[in-house]
C-alpha cells in the first residue's frame, strides 16, 4: 500500500492553512483507500515543546491512518534559476511520500537550481512546489499540474492567481515566475525571470 504525505507550515508554534490539508488528506484517504472517517488534523498534532516560534515543517505520514508526525526544522531553499525538463509519463497527484520519479528528473537540472517539469508540451509544476508567471498584470498558474498544492488551492480560491493553459511557447510573454508550496507564502516575493528558466 502507498504511503502519502502532508507538509504543513509551522510558524510561531501555528499550524498553517490547516483546513486545505484536511481536505487534501481526506479527499485523498477517500479516492484512494475508500476511508470516510474524516480525520481533523488540527485535532491531532500536538506541537512539541522542543518547536519554538522560527518555521518549521510538520511532515505526516498517512495511508487509510496517520503512521507517523514529525516536526524538523526549516528553511526555505533559494531557487534562482530552472532547467527545462520533458516528460510525458509522470503521474504525481497525489503527495506520495515515494518521489523517486521527481529525484530522478532532478538530476537533469545541470547548473540551474531545480528543474521545471514540461508534460505533453504544457508546464506543470518544479520538482517541489507550483509556479505562477507574471504577464505584468496577474499571475497565472498552469491548469493542469502535477499535483495541486494547498498553497496553489488556497490563492485560486482568493483569486490572487488564475489557472491557465501554459505552453513554453507562452513563456516569452511573462515577466517572471515564483514558487508555491506548503511552506512558502506568495508574500515572499521569491521571484525567478523568465531569462533564468532554460
Known amino acids: 500500500m502507498?504511503?502519502?504525505?502532508?507538509?504543513?507550515?509551522?510558524?510561531?508554534?501555528?499550524?498553517?492553512?490547516?483546513?486545505?490539508?484536511?481536505?487534501?488528506?481526506?479527499?485523498?484517504?477517500?479516492?484512494l483507500f475508500n476511508s470516510d472517517n474524516f480525520i481533523e488534523l488540527n485535532k491531532i498534532i500536538?506541537?512539541?515543546?522542543?518547536?519554538?516560534?522560527?518555521?518549521?515543517?510538520c511532515r505526516i505520514v498517512y495511508d487509510t491512518e496517520i503512521k507517523k508526525i514529525e516536526f524538523l526544522p526549516y528553511s526555505i531553499r533559494l531557487i534562482n534559476s530552472l532547467k527545462i525538463v520533458h516528460t510525458d509519463d509522470i503521474?504525481?497527484?497525489?503527495?506520495?511520500?515515494?518521489?523517486?520519479?521527481?529525484?530522478?528528473?532532478?538530476?537533469?537540472?545541470k547548473n540551474c537550481d531545480d528543474v521545471l517539469i514540461v508534460?505533453?508540451?504544457?508546464?506543470?509544476?518544479?520538482?517541489?512546489?507550483?509556479i505562477v508567471f507574471f504577464d505584468n498584470s496577474k499571475w497565472l498558474t498552469p491548469d493542469k499540474p502535477l499535483f495541486k498544492g494547498t498553497k496553489r488551492e488556497k490563492l485560486l480560491?482568493?483569486?490572487?492567481?488564475?489557472?491557465?493553459?501554459i505552453s513554453l511557447k507562452d513563456l516569452k510573454f511573462f515577466k517572471k515566475a515564483r514558487l508555491i508550496n506548503s511552506m512558502i507564502e506568495f508574500e515572499d516575493n521569491l521571484d525567478i525571470l523568465i531569462e533564468n528558466i532554460i
Open 2 to 31: 502507498c504511503l502519502l504525505l502532508e507538509t504543513i507550515k509551522v510558524k510561531d508554534r501555528k499550524l498553517h492553512n490547516i483546513d486545505y490539508h484536511n481536505r487534501r488528506m481526506n479527499s485523498s484517504r477517500k479516492i
Open 46 to 57: 500536538k506541537i512539541p515543546e522542543h518547536v519554538n516560534n522560527e518555521l518549521f515543517k
Open 91 to 109: 503521474e504525481y497527484s497525489f503527495k506520495y511520500e515515494n518521489r523517486d520519479r521527481l529525484n530522478e528528473l532532478l538530476k537533469n537540472k
Open 119 to 130: 508534460k505533453n508540451g504544457r508546464i506543470t509544476d518544479t520538482s517541489f512546489s507550483n
Open 157 to 165: 480560491d482568493q483569486k490572487i492567481i488564475f489557472e491557465d493553459e
